[in-house]
């Protein structure tokens, strides 16, 4: 390519694979050729992937699998009522379980786009799915339950006075989250969609 036709803005197209070319030679970033250098991150991207293969087929039975977690989380309370000490690990399991039903009931959009004033419809995204609340739930059910049967991990509480202090916070996040849903309009649910009834003109 000459000068004189850069100077005129009159360049010739170069075909597309000179021009791949050429942007490879011209670009500093060097280019992902062959395997990651780090293998525990390969490790664990296979170990993600072989773990949704394994729950995918959990997906459809939902009415079993929160079975599952009431039946695990009566045997928890059993567990704690017979023993009666571990009350720490019942805290610590009850304030996680608060936390992921308040990313269940939040959006995963931003605040500045809750707010819908077209009538255009939009379902509710919920920050955590169904299935991702009970994984979680059963998972922390079973990790407490572990615990109590280790009494090296039992710590010395008052458990009236974490239960008192369990109410309040649930008091407290629970009027936040009201309050955000009326600030911001929405509701944690879908709402029906708004079927608008058009007249038909008649011809006379």
């Not at 597309?16 to 991207?45: H, M, N, V």
């Not at 039903?101 to 799915?129: C, G, H, I, K």
Request: aromatic share 12%; proline share 5%; hydrophobic share 45%.
């Amino acid at each position: 390519m000459s000068e004189e036709e850069i100077e005129d803005g009159n360049a010739v197209k170069l075909p597309q694979s000179e021009a791949i070319l050429e942007a490879i030679i011209r670009s500093s970033k060097p280019l992902p050729i062959g395997p990651p250098d780090d293998k525990d991150f390969c490790d664990w991207k296979r170990l993600d992937r072989i773990l949704l293969q394994l729950s995918d087929p959990l997906v459809p039975w939902q009415r079993c699998r929160w079975l599952l977690l009431v039946a695990l989380e009566l045997i928890f309370a059993w567990r704690i009522f017979s023993l009666e000490r571990h009350y720490f690990a019942v805290y610590v399991l009850a304030i996680y379980i608060l936390n992921q039903v308040l990313l269940f009931l939040s959006p995963s959009t931003e605040d500045q786009n809750l707010r819908n004033n077209s009538s255009e419809y939009r379902p509710f995204v919920r920050a955590l799915s169904e299935f991702r609340l009970w994984c979680r739930g059963t998972a922390a059910t079973l990790a407490a339950l572990l615990v109590t049967f280790i009494d090296d991990l039992d710590m010395d509480v008052d458990g009236r006075a974490l239960l008192v202090y369990f109410v309040l916070l649930f008091i407290y996040t629970m009027k936040q989250q009201i309050m955000h849903m009326i600030q911001y309009g929405y509701v944690p649910w879908n709402k029906p969609k708004k079927r608008a009834h058009k007249e038909e003109a008649l011809d006379v």
